[in-house]
């Protein structure tokens, strides 16, 4: 009897095998690519502060340096028309001075932080300390944001209930922005890139729709604050879909490049660990060798239910 189970068991876990790669397959098919780079090539991304704000070939990711009261900006154009849609990205800091924030979004031509429409992800350095931020800026101009500090009184309603989380330098981290269109949910979510392990999350209720964005941004337009302080790292593997079902344009780069806003020489090169890319091509089926692994297996099975059967 025991036999039996086993030999059922093997003829079970075969049939997974080959249901599972077609799930996934048809997961990744549920969302309409929009924009996706995974640096592997120069993204030509528009920036007033090439000093700072670069393409890194030797790495494979983008550089910045955002420094407040500059003005200093990296985008790429994009046409968001509305609709639900999921913005994800790496990042590893290796410097952020006290003041300073990161800053990495979606925004409208304006791309200044207090007018909308605008959605950023902000990594911060300032009373609460290495904490992290989702502020958003509708097109009515209603500010709303929240933080991963416990209960920070200036956020109000929006307070995050949790208990403080903090992000580490030289550490990467992968960030997904989702907003979903039918509950009027903005979420964000930082976790650790290499375990996969959750560091914060939180939700604004948007009550608005949300459209308007024409650019994927980085920079510090809108923020004045002290000058000479910096925030210092690297993205990888910046990615926006939508549902499949969604209408979206893809608008290509600019290839004017506006005169740079001088600033200082970058901090010296540190070692970084280069995260994971996108698969930039479409990788072929596993189900071949997923195939004969199975057939091996049935076999097996057949051959054991056989000798019992003869017993």
């Known amino acids: 009897m025991n036999v039996h189970k086993t030999a059922l068991l093997l003829i079970t876990i075969c049939l997974l095998i080959l249901v ?23 993204p030509q991304w528009v920036t007033n502060n090439p000093s700072n704000d670069y393409w890194d070939p030797s790495l494979e990711m983008y550089h910045f ?25 790496d990042v590893i800091l290796y410097h952020v001075d006290e003041g300073a924030t990161f800053r990495f979004g979606l925004t409208g031509d304006d791309m ?13 350095n300032a009373k609460y300390g290495q904490i992290m931020t989702l502020h958003l800026v509708t097109q009515s101009e209603k500010l709303l944001e929240t933080n991963s500090e416990s209960d920070a009184v200036e956020m109000g309603s ?25 509950s009027k949910l903005l979420s964000m979510q930082v976790n650790e890139k290499l375990s996969g392990t959750e560091i914060w999350s939180y939700y604004l209720n948007t009550i608005d729709e949300l459209n308007g964005f024409t650019r994927i941004y980085l920079g510090s337009v809108g923020d004045y604050g002290n ?5 210092t790292g690297y993205i990888a593997n910046v990615r926006l879909t939508t549902p499949s079902a969604a209408v979206v344009t893809q608008v290509e ?13 970058p901090t ?27 057939a091996l297996a049935i076999t097996g099975a057949c051959c054991v239910l056989k000798r019992i059967k003869e017993n």
């Open 158 to 182: 929006n307070a995050y209930k949790g208990p403080t989380a903090t992000y580490d330098l030289n550490k990467t981290y992968h960030v997904t922005i989702t907003y979903d269109d039918d």
């Open 227 to 231: 000058m000479n302080i910096y925030a």
């Open 20 to 42: 599972v790669p077609h799930t996934a397959q048809a997961a990744d098919q549920n969302a309409n690519v929009v924009y996706q780079t995974s640096f592997t090539s120069d």
């Open 65 to 89: 340096s955002i420094e407040p009261s500059t003005g200093a900006y990296a985008y790429f154009p994009v046409e968001l028309n509305g609709g639900s849609f999921t913005f994800e990205y």
């Open 253 to 265: 780069s600019s290839t004017a490049v506006p005169t740079p806003i001088p600033t200082p020489t």
């Open 112 to 124: 200044n932080l207090g007018d909308g429409p605008n959605i950023l992800s902000e990594f911060n």
């Open 268 to 294: 010296p090169e540190r070692t970084i660990v280069i995260p994971t890319p996108y698969p930039t091509e479409t990788q072929k089926s596993p189900l071949s060798g997923v195939l004969a692994i199975g």
